[in-house]
């Protein structure tokens, strides 16, 4: 029989590992940052925590997001940070 207290610890970390990552997304590209998501080593860690939420949720919704993060191929910070700007930087008032 598997223990509800380590089951309900087991939840929140995946889900604060996901909420991380998002967290992370929307901010600029640093190497530091790609090194937090573990970026340049397939995002298992955040593929792991994906895979535990979408199994509690009842479904294989999460699996393309899975997917495309398992086969990813991070560029560099350069070129992350030049599609970062043209995503969520808002152009100033004139």
Do not use: C, K, N, W
């Not at 790609?34 to 994906?50: D, K, M, Y």
């Amino acid at each position: 029989m598997s223990d509800p207290h380590a089951a309900a610890v087991d939840d929140a970390l995946a889900r604060a590992v996901v909420y991380r990552t998002l967290s992370i997304g929307f901010q600029a590209p640093t190497d530091e940052r790609l090194r937090q998501v573990s970026a340049r080593e397939g995002f298992g860690v955040v593929i792991a925590a994906l895979r535990h939420v979408d199994r509690q949720a009842g479904g294989r919704r999460l699996e393309p997001v899975v997917a495309r993060l398992a086969t990813m191929s991070v560029p560099g910070v350069e070129a992350l940070a030049g599609s970062f700007t043209r995503l969520l930087v808002i152009a100033p008032a004139v």
